[in-house]
């Protein structure tokens, strides 16, 4: 396979992981209508890049808090090891600014997060 493929494959693996997340926050109580609708006009790389380099914190970002479930949200999913090819360092530079002014200890948080994933974004 092609680096291209590689990057296309790896690419619809996070879409179908943000559509998952959707819905797993919606059974919570949460629909992540905005972030739906970039997903469907943007895609999915696209939308977690707009979303994590707009200066002002979304309120998706500000609700995942209340919820204590800024573990779904598109600043730590951009930290992912096995996602970092699709975002450049400025992107994920970004989204750990956001999530450290909300006090998250992104290290810590990042290493639950993969330890309850896998690579291939299985839960």
Known sequence: MNPTDDRAALSRRFGA?????IRELAREGYNANYFRQMLATHGPV???RRLVLDPTPSEGLWRLQQMDRLDMSVEMWVQ??????????EVR???RKKLEALRVDVPT????????LDPDGER
């Open 46 to 48: 696209e939308a977690a």
């Open 109 to 116: 948080e990042l290493a639950r997060l993969v330890g309850r």
């Open 93 to 95: 530079e970004q989204a």
């Open 17 to 21: 992981e943000m559509v998952r997340g």
């Open 80 to 89: 992912l090891p096995w996602y970092q090819p699709l975002f450049e360092p």
